[in-house]
């Protein structure tokens, strides 16, 4: 008895530590230590001035997802949420936007503010720093604008849309290009990798790229994915 009570105890013990053997390294520990607690009002003032290229560019940006009514799209690291409820205004009727951040801060805000504008097809939700948290097959488009360069789990974070993409859905993603001794300080210091590295991770996680969108933005890019229906995988030396 206690020899089978050992046996099952050891295969349990490897079981889990497979599970954390099989976990994603951080790929830069502490880049989101700023939005554990963010000061809203301090982000507005960043995130929505025409200073910011993307919010400069948000119309031409909305425009050219090409979204529907009854269509459901994911704000992957809505922050503020300007771009959720321009969203919203596209997808109605019939069409929810996820507007999904790891800060508690910006969902209670984004969630605050759909009441106030009676927005009722947002839905704000917190998720975690390795999942969106969203139900499979619950989205047709995930937008990822500026917020790429912030998963610290690239292959977790995609492994989880990849699930919540319904059967051909769509990746966008806008970030900033990062070439050596042509972009900004800003984005050499700040910014992982540059859109080359973006597409092998997002091709590796189980999506088939589609095409960039050229939106005569200086510093940063717009390329589409799409869902491919194999499992997504992860390079090994991406594991620990």
Known sequence: MKRTFRAIFTLFVVAISAVVFAQEQSVKPGINDNFKDPDVDKYIAMF???????????????????????????????????????????????????????????????????????????????????????????????????????????????????TALRPGGRVVIVDFERIQDVSTKFALEHVRCGKGTVMDEVKDSGFEFVEEKPLGMDGQYFIVFRKRETAPGRPAETLR
């Open 48 to 162: 929505e001035g025409e200073s910011r290229e993307i919010y400069k560019f948000r119309n031409e940006i909305v425009a050219t997802i090409g979204l529907e009514p009854g269509t459901n799209i994911a704000d992957v690291g809505a922050g503020t949420g300007f771009f959720s409820r321009m969203f919203a205004l596209k997808v109605a009727p019939g069409g929810t936007v996820y507007a999904v951040d790891i800060a508690k801060n910006f969902v209670e805000h984004i969630d605050a503010m759909a009441k106030k504008e009676k927005i009722s097809n947002i839905t704000a939700s917190i998720c975690s720093a390795r999942s969106v948290d969203l139900p499979e097959n619950s989205i047709d488009v995930a937008f990822i604008c500026d917020v790429y360069h912030h998963f610290e789990y690239p292959f977790d974070s995609m492994a989880s849309i990849h």
